[in-house]
């Protein structure tokens, strides 16, 4: 159960969000500019909106009004972001297990070689991240966001920046993650079609508006 | 004909001298720098331009008037230095380790400029990847930001540590031309060539100076493209 109240006024640029999402997935989705970028950075304690409130299976992560407000790294938030962000000065393995160190064992969600023989990585482990192709990369960065035991788990245009060819080597494990993990996930795209290989639970965000239960 | 490649003990001291003020010079300095340079990346303040330029400021300034300063500051007659002299027994004045304080203070702004731009250019979305998967700012500044800025930090120590070895104006005003003391290699070529007959040895001297600039400047390229390596950056 995900209760999300935020709003956000910038300059050229306002943001109303109201969502209670109790499906497991759900994607959003909606043009540039539409305000979904900022939502997430919201979410993940990046931005700070002007006022309301975000609470995730019952753990407040901001409220402006009990001036509640956690910083990025206390509030496991897992992202996956268009550009992958892996550690490029760490191998694939120290990538993936760059999150075991902050969490106590018995908190860990996930074991690595779970995580790595389900997104299929294993042969990559040795390698740096600018010897990987752009589907490896997504794979790789969406094994280290699990790997952090995510309470959410948010991905950010995780096809955009691949072609058809490199798509094929991510959406599939895409589909495996968001059917045989039990984390739950928010898909964010510009494109109807392309959230639709992943999920039916759809959320139209417009010029920074949107309200939706799911 | 090989005789000239033979160092009197008397040049291998002043070299000695000179190498042991750098390295404490780089020692240092090295925390300090690396701090304000990433004060001066990633923060903003009141006040920071005037930080900035405050450490700027040796690099501007004709080096013996920083040296001047340093006498008026920590001379033993000085503001701070006649305490730390009549409660600590420390000396800096005329001594080799205010050598290393007068070329610390000319040799910061080099550090400081290259570790700042290499801190600014790590991609903040890096940091904030790693904050999202539960590393505390401090564990990401080690982690991710300081070992990709590793490449112009060393360029930093380099730069710093050959500066400290060149440093002149600064030190003959705080710490005077004192043999086995203070009289480092530029120091010393100075003094020869204040003395009839000194051209040869200060001729030496500048030979060893050279040999000594290129080996840094070597080094420095070798670290830095090993540097490079370790994080994944390649370039010819």
Same mark, same amino acid.
């Given at each position: 159960?995900?209760?999300? @109240?935020?709003? =956000? !006024?910038?300059?050229?640029?306002? &943001?109303?969000?109201?969502?209670? %999402?109790? +499906? $497991?997935?759900?994607?959003?989705?909606?043009?540039?500019?539409?305000?979904?970028?900022?939502?997430?950075?919201?979410?993940?304690?990046?931005?700070?909106?002007?006022?309301?409130?975000?609470?995730?299976?019952?753990?407040?992560?901001?409220?402006?009004?009990?001036?509640?407000?956690?910083?990025?790294?206390?509030?496991?938030?897992?992202?996956?972001?268009?550009?992958?962000?892996?550690?490029?000065?760490?191998?694939?393995?120290?990538?993936?297990?760059?999150?075991?160190?902050?969490?106590?064992?018995?908190?860990? @969600?996930?074991? =690595? !070689?779970?995580?790595?023989?389900? &997104?299929?990585?294993?042969?990559? %482990?040795? +390698? $740096?991240?600018?010897?990987?192709?752009?589907?490896?990369?997504?794979?790789?960065?969406?094994?280290?966001?699990?790997?952090?035991?995510?309470?959410?788990?948010?991905?950010?245009?995780?096809?955009?920046?691949?072609?058809?060819?490199?798509?094929?080597?991510?959406?599939?494990?895409?589909?495996?993650?968001?059917?045989?993990?039990?984390?739950?996930?928010?898909?964010?795209?510009?494109?109807?079609?392309?959230?639709?290989?992943?999920?039916?639970?759809?959320?139209?965000?417009?010029?920074?508006?949107?309200?939706? @239960?799911? | 004909?090989?005789?000239?490649?033979?160092?009197?003990?008397?040049?291998?001291?002043?070299?000695?001298?000179?190498?042991?003020?750098?390295?404490?010079?780089?020692?240092?300095?090295?925390?300090?720098?690396?701090?304000?340079?990433?004060?001066?990346?990633?923060?903003?303040?009141?006040?920071?331009?005037?930080?900035?330029?405050?450490?700027?400021?040796?690099?501007?300034?004709?080096?013996?008037?920083?040296?001047?300063?340093?006498?008026?500051?920590?001379?033993?007659?000085?503001?701070?230095?006649?305490?730390?002299?009549?409660?600590?027994?420390?000396?800096?004045?005329?001594?080799?380790?205010?050598?290393?304080?007068?070329?610390?203070?000319?040799?910061?702004?080099?550090?400081?400029?290259?570790?700042?731009?290499?801190?600014?250019?790590?991609?903040?979305?890096?940091?904030?990847?790693?904050?999202?998967?539960?590393?505390?700012?401090?564990?990401?500044?080690?982690?991710?930001?300081?070992?990709?800025?590793?490449?112009?930090?060393?360029?930093?120590?380099?730069?710093?540590?050959?500066?400290?070895?060149?440093?002149?104006?600064?030190?003959?005003?705080?710490?005077?031309?004192?043999?086995?003391?203070?009289?480092?290699?530029?120091?010393?070529?100075?003094?020869?060539?204040?003395?009839?007959?000194?051209?040869?040895?200060?001729?030496?001297?500048?030979?060893?100076?050279?040999?000594?600039?290129?080996?840094?400047?070597?080094?420095?390229?070798?670290?830095?493209?090993?540097?490079?390596?370790?994080?994944?950056?390649?370039?010819?």
């Amino acid at each position: 159960m995900i209760d999300i @109240q935020v709003h =956000l !006024k910038r300059k050229h640029f306002e &943001l109303d969000a109201s969502l209670q %999402l109790n +499906q $497991r997935v759900t994607a959003i989705y909606g043009p540039s500019g539409a305000g979904k970028s900022t939502l997430l950075s919201i979410i993940a304690g990046i931005t700070q909106p002007d006022s309301g409130r975000i609470v995730i299976d019952g753990e407040c992560l901001f409220d402006s009004q009990a001036r509640i407000n956690k910083p990025i790294h206390q509030r496991k938030v897992g992202l996956v972001f268009q550009d992958g962000r892996l550690f490029p000065h760490l191998t694939v393995e120290h990538n993936l297990s760059y999150a075991l160190n902050f969490i106590p064992v018995q908190n860990q @969600q996930f074991q =690595l !070689k779970l995580i790595v023989e389900l &997104l299929e990585i294993g042969h990559l %482990l040795k +390698q $740096r991240p600018h010897q990987l192709s752009g589907g490896e990369k997504q794979r790789v960065a969406l094994g280290r966001a699990l790997l952090s035991s995510p309470r959410l788990l948010m991905l950010d245009e995780p096809l955009a920046s691949l072609d058809n060819r490199l798509k094929s080597q991510i959406l599939p494990f895409l589909k495996l993650v968001s059917d045989e993990i039990n984390v739950p996930m928010i898909y964010i795209s510009h494109s109807k079609e392309e959230i639709m290989q992943i999920t039916n639970n759809l959320i139209h965000i417009q010029s920074g508006k949107v309200n939706c @239960q799911l | 004909m090989l005789d000239i490649l033979k160092f009197t003990p008397s040049e291998i001291s002043i070299l000695a001298l000179s190498l042991k003020i750098a390295l404490f010079c780089v020692v240092l300095i090295l925390i300090p720098a690396v701090l304000v340079a990433w004060v001066l990346a990633r923060k903003s303040f009141f006040g920071k331009s005037l930080l900035d330029s405050l450490v700027h400021l040796p690099l501007v300034l004709p080096p013996v008037v920083p040296g001047f300063l340093l006498l008026l500051l920590l001379g033993n007659q000085g503001l701070i230095g006649k305490y730390l002299h009549s409660i600590f027994g420390i000396s800096l004045a005329f001594t080799w380790i205010g050598a290393v304080v007068a070329s610390a203070v000319m040799a910061f702004p080099l550090m400081v400029r290259s570790a700042r731009l290499a801190i600014s250019q790590v991609d903040k979305g890096l940091e904030i990847a790693a904050q999202s998967l539960g590393a505390h700012p401090l564990k990401v500044f080690f982690t991710i930001t300081l070992p990709l800025a590793m490449p112009g930090i060393i360029t930093g120590l380099i730069l710093a540590f050959s500066r400290s070895l060149g440093e002149f104006g600064a030190t003959i005003t705080f710490v005077g031309n004192i043999e086995n003391e203070t009289r480092t290699l530029p120091l010393a070529i100075y003094s020869y060539t204040q003395i009839p007959d000194g051209d040869l040895p200060a001729l030496r001297l500048v030979i060893l100076s050279m040999a000594l600039a290129l080996s840094a400047l070597m080094i420095s390229d070798r670290l830095e493209r090993k540097a490079n390596q370790n994080i994944g950056r390649h370039h010819d």
